[in-house]
């Protein structure tokens, strides 16, 4: 564009490409308006001051490769400037990349570190990693993991790749595996099918076993007997919010650290122990690479306070 006014004072036209092809309207202009408050980008699409082939449009809207995106002037001091990066965290995440290709990133992530940011959360893994990565231009998180969750979480550098992911999840291609350490989980293998329900609780998302939620399914495996409590596996079956952490509480066997679903009693045996954490650990994962065909299978080092937990429940310690 020739116009050399500030993008703050003028209304812009963006073409989609066909990396963009399907994204929803509103996912694209978090990307493509960087710092913007998400309440204020819903407010300028409510409004009509957003517009897609010269119409109004819904958040919802998906995109076309050749629709052309009005953006009206956007002020905001918040945009000028890309989020500060600590040099701790840059090292960290730049460790915990466990897989590296030219299509995908793959991370072993810190529990604690939110995903993305916002409900209060500046920062997340998306937003660091794109000050870590100038040059990549597309990075966009393939799916989502718990703040308090660590291990796998696959990042796509292109768009046009991310869709093919997302095509292999939807097609039950992806195998998901995690550790965990639980109470009261008996007998070596069984598997909860209890469809969940997202509410709203104030500002608090929380999760409940209901009928009129969606279907889900998880698939839990003893791996070790430890001193009051249990290290089983989770494969899902299907991917909903909080699923492993509700099935594992409507089983009978609550998450270790879980604040949410947790006990008392097993709050109790962390304290004890001296650590603090939510003990679930996205271990491992399997799919057929959509560029080369090749399974491509990772697994991610359990850190070290999953680690000096599980020393200490063995007696270790």
């Known amino acids: 564009m020739s116009d050399d006014t500030p993008a703050a004072n003028r209304v812009s036209f963006v073409t989609i490409d066909d990396g963009r092809h399907g994204q929803r309207l509103d996912n694209f202009l978090f990307t493509h308006l960087k710092g913007v408050p998400k309440s204020r980008i819903y407010r300028i699409i409510r409004s009509g001051e957003v517009r897609v082939n010269k119409g109004r449009a819904k958040q919802t809207t998906r995109l076309a490769t050749g629709d052309v995106v009005r953006i009206p002037p956007i002020r905001t001091s918040e945009s000028d400037a890309p989020p500060k990066v600590s040099d701790g965290l840059t090292e960290r995440l730049s460790r915990a990349c466990v897989h590296e290709d030219p299509h995908l990133f793959i991370f072993n992530k810190p529990a604690g570190l939110a995903v993305h940011g916002g409900s209060g959360v500046s920062l997340g893994l998306i937003e660091a990693l794109r000050v870590i990565y100038p040059d990549e231009k597309e990075l966009e998180l393939v799916h989502r993991l718990d703040r308090d ?26 195998e998901k595996r995690y550790w965990l350490i639980c109470q009261g989980y008996k007998g070596k293998e069984r598997t909860i099918e209890a469809p969940l329900l997202k509410m709203q ?8 076993v209901s009928r009129e939620g969606k279907p889900s399914v998880t698939h839990f495996r003893m791996i070790e007997r430890l001193k009051d409590a249990q290290l089983v596996e989770a494969t899902l079956e299907t991917g909903r919010t909080h699923q492993i952490r509700v099935h594992s509480q409507f089983g009978g066997f609550p ?35 959509p560029d080369t065909g090749k399974t491509l299978s990772v697994t991610a080092p359990l850190d070290e306070d999953f680690e000096a937990i599980l020393a200490a429940l063995r007696g270790n310690q």
């Open 201 to 208: 609780n104030g500002n608090e998302r929380i999760v409940r």
């Open 149 to 174: 969750t660590s291990g796998l979480i696959m990042v796509a550098r292109r768009r046009s790749f991310l869709r093919k992911l997302q095509r292999l999840m939807q097609a039950g291609q992806v």
């Open 255 to 289: 998450l270790l650290g879980d604040d949410k679903y947790g006990i008392d009693k097993g709050a109790q045996l962390l304290d004890a122990l001296g650590h603090k954490r939510l003990c679930l650990h996205a271990r491992t994962l399997v799919f057929p690479h």
